[in-house]
């Protein structure tokens, strides 16, 4: 299956069963609020050689949603059968998965474009496997991770989660890094981005917080089709390229361990200045010698 802007990939999330989930809540809801259930370490019994036993605290584990906005307290709002409910109503008739045709109908049915921020947003939330689907278990977990269980539900949440990966920089490289994995073909094995596949990308993930070097990033590769591919590391390194060279390039640092590529941009752009001071000082002499 082709590369497509509808649809993204991430590390699958572990899958649980319903029935393990469903007696491990019951448990715990007589235990404590839930509230606290989820804040408050759980225990585990730590059996001695003596037959004794103890109880021994583990970390507390919050996922990555439980830190954005209005995730507290929502749990007992969300309904596992709406979930699967709507999944249903956009998988495949033959097949236990949302493909393009599905996800191509759920942004319309969201009022979003399939190449839109928020879509690429919805993509990460549901720790999508592979590009241009969604598996059941992915939708569910992502679902409930985010508490909604209606189309109303996701198009509340989505604007709230983008407003804060806008703000938190490490919201933002999670979601940037998850980006490079979307737009990999894995069909095909694909461990490179392809040149046009990351300039896509790259200005879909900056939607509203767009670098001040980007523009010229962007035609530096268009302007250069040798390029063709986009290693991990340059990828994850831009972010870093883009904070710390500001617009003029003037803090950039060749003895540092950037990527080459980055080398043979500011190279470029040098260049570039150079050859408009010439010209501007052509310019100022024929001037001169006119007047």
Excluded at 24 to 53: A, H, W
Aim: net charge negative; hydrophobic share 35%; charged share 30%.
């Amino acid at each position: 299956m082709g590369n497509c802007l509808s649809c993204f990939k991430a590390p699958a999330a572990t899958p649980q069963t319903s029935d393990s989930m469903s007696s491990t809540k019951d448990k715990d809801d007589v235990q404590r609020p839930e509230e606290v259930q989820r804040l408050t370490p759980l225990s585990t019994v730590d059996t001695q050689l003596n037959g004794n036993s103890k109880p021994v605290a583990e970390k507390p584990s919050r996922t990555l949603c439980s830190l954005l906005p209005g995730s507290l307290g929502r749990e007992k709002d969300v309904s596992e059968v709406k979930i699967n409910n709507l999944f249903e109503a956009y998988k495949e008739p033959n097949r236990d998965v949302i493909l393009a045709d599905g996800i191509e109908k759920l942004c319309s049915d969201l009022d979003l474009s399939p190449d839109e921020f928020k879509v690429l947003i919805l993509a990460w939330r549901l720790n999508a496997e592979q590009m241009c689907q969604f598996t059941r278990v992915e939708f569910v977990s992502g679902c409930k991770e985010m508490h909604v269980d209606s189309i109303k539900g996701i198009q509340q949440r989505l604007p709230d989660i983008a407003a804060e990966v806008n703000k938190d920089p490490e919201l933002f490289k999670d979601l940037y890094r998850f980006t490079f994995r979307f737009g990999l073909d894995v069909s095909r094995g694909q461990r490179i981005l392809p040149s046009d596949m990351a300039i896509c990308l790259w200005k879909l993930v900056f939607t509203g917080k767009e670098p001040l070097i980007l523009v010229r990033w962007l035609n530096f590769l268009e302007s250069h089709p040798h390029v063709r591919g986009i290693p991990r590391d340059t990828w994850n390194m831009f972010l870093n390229f883009a904070e710390t060279v500001g617009d003029d390039l003037s803090s950039y640092d060749d003895t540092e361990a950037w990527p080459s590529l980055f080398d043979d941009f500011v190279e470029y752009e040098n260049d570039a200045a150079n050859q408009n001071v010439s010209k501007d000082r052509i310019d100022n002499i024929i001037i001169k010698e006119r007047s």
